[in-house]
């Protein structure tokens, strides 16, 4: 069954440290992939998606994302974290072609701390 | 209007009544997904419509919730016979081009069944 797993419910990083949020997804082919963040009493919000091409996207507020084929993974970094990315952050996945459900990870807990 | 509302914002009702909540998309935009949000969990996918059909509503959890789209805009999700494992936010997007593009999130409706 097609499905997309984060790992790490809840991650708690030092103002200015670095982070990677981990996504792995199990689809017959490569999915379409995204990052969405959704921040305390607010909607989500897309932050990067990768289709085909370049392996590395960057996206809004300095995130950045690999997707990585041998590994079936998808995971979210950023080299400086601001305590304004305290949020929820989402992996989500849809097939590349026709049939077009969305489905989101569990999501990951993202605490920053002074 | 500029963006995806719902409504109402929050909704408080007795086990056992009916409730409907209301999606509006943003102008255009052919696909529109339901979501449900429970404390703790991801993004669980109710119903996916791409204009007024609803080509997956495998994720309604049962035959007390239904949904339907009207005039390809307007959306509303109707839950009847409320449960206390109803209560949970109830989020809406919208995209114009199904799942391949960018999901735009509503706010949410919050559903508390007593």
């Known amino acids: 069954a097609q499905s997309v797993t984060q790992p790490d419910i809840h991650i708690t990083v030092s103002e200015g440290a670095s982070l990677e949020l981990r996504c792995n997804y199990s689809?017959?082919?490569?999915?379409?992939l995204f990052w969405y963040v959704q921040s305390p009493g607010q909607g989500l919000q897309l932050l990067l998606k990768y289709f085909s091409g370049d392996t590395l996207v960057q996206g809004i507020k300095g995130f950045e994302a690999e997707f990585k084929r041998s590994q079936s993974s998808f995971n979210l970094r950023k080299p400086s974290v601001h305590w304004s990315d305290a949020a929820e952050y989402f992996c989500?996945?849809?097939?590349?072609?026709?049939?077009?459900?969305?489905?989101f990870g569990t999501g990951t807990k993202l605490q920053v701390i002074p | 209007g500029a963006g995806v509302s719902q409504s109402p914002s929050n909704k408080v009702t007795e086990k056992g009544k009916d409730v409907e909540l209301r999606c509006d998309p943003i102008?255009?935009?052919?696909?529109l997904y339901w979501y449900r949000q429970s404390l703790g969990q991801g993004l669980e996918f109710l119903i996916y419509f791409q204009g007024n059909s609803a080509p997956d509503k495998s994720g309604l959890p049962s035959d007390r919730f239904s949904a339907e789209r009207t005039g390809g805009s307007v959306s509303t999700l109707t839950i009847q016979r409320t449960q206390q494992e109803d209560s949970a936010v109830y989020l809406c997007a919208s995209s114009v081009r199904g799942g391949q593009g960018e999901l735009f999130f509503g706010e949410g409706s919050r559903l508390t069944v007593l």
């Open positions: 102008s255009g935009h052919t696909a």
């Open positions: 989500a996945v849809v097939p590349s072609g026709g049939y077009q459900k969305v489905t």
């Open positions: 689809y017959g082919a490569t999915p379409y």
